[in-house]
T-cell receptor
Framework: KNEVEQSPQNLTAQEGEFITINCSYS?????LHWLQQHPGGGIVSLFM???GKKKHGRLIATINIQEKHSSLHITASHPRDSAVYIC????????????FGKGTHLIIQP | GAVVSQHPSWVICKSGTSVKIECRSL??????MFWYRQFPKQSLMLMAT?????????EQGVEKDKFLINHASLTLSTLTVTSAHPEDSSFYIC????????????FGNGTRLTVT
């Protein structure tokens, strides 16, 4: 069973700061997901990665398969980025159920 | 983009009653749907994998007779919590998979269940 560790668990930053959230896992995978969970509970899929790097707007996600590590970066952070960010791993590119990290609770203060 | 609708968004029920939660894919056919549970300040945990037209696959420790899953069509899966107890109070969320390799998952907005 894959063990997924996220750090930090909690992060408070000022608007405009560059944010990094880290994720490591114990067993090789074919896909890693970064998810955003808002206070109401709804979850949005931000990225699905199998290698390299992806960018969407101010969000960047990278993965190092050899080191079993991924990072999520937020540039020019904004209060609306405040949410819980969750790393999840699963095989089969989505066909298998995911194993989740505990999440990083991010607060961006204006 | 793909939309997954989950209903109800919240429900309060009395101990001993059953509650049904629906998960619908609105604009795509979902060959596989997943049901997750999240306790306060805990990570999401996979409960079961539901494949259209076949029996669900439950994760270890999840009682299949208590959490009934039906995936009768490519757009609808239901989770029924039978004989609910206060310890079943949790946040339940579904996600749907289109069946295309490397396609992202789409999540419902979740259902907050409170059993009194």
């Amino acid at each position: 069973k894959n063990e997924v560790e996220q750090s930090p668990q909690n992060l408070t930053a000022q608007e405009g700061e560059f944010i990094t959230i880290n994720c490591s896992y114990s067993v090789g995978i074919s896909a890693l997901h970064w998810l955003q969970q808002h206070p109401g509970g709804g979850i949005v899929s931000l990225f699905m990665l199998s290698s390299g790097k992806k960018k969407h707007g101010r969000l960047i996600a990278t993965i190092n398969i050899q080191e079993k590590h991924s990072s999520l970066h937020i540039t020019a952070s904004h209060p609306r980025d405040s949410a819980v960010y969750i790393c999840a791993v699963g095989g089969g590119g989505g066909a298998d159920g995911l194993t989740f990290g505990k999440g990083t609770h991010l607060i961006i203060q204006p | 983009g793909a939309v997954v609708s989950q209903h109800p968004s919240w429900v309060i029920c009395k101990s001993g009653t059953s509650v049904k939660i629906e998960c619908r894919s609105l604009d795509f056919q979902a060959t596989t749907m997943f049901w997750y549970r999240q306790f306060p300040k805990q990570s999401l945990m996979l409960m079961a994998t539901s494949n259209e037209g076949s029996k669900a696959t439950y994760e270890q420790g999840v009682e299949k007779d208590k959490f009934l899953i039906n995936h009768a069509s490519l757009t609808l899966s239901t989770l029924t919590v039978t004989s609910a107890h206060p310890e079943d109070s949790s946040f339940y969320i579904c996600s749907a998979y289109t069946g295309q390799y490397n396609s992202p998952l789409h999540f419902g907005n979740g259902t907050r269940l409170t059993v009194t």
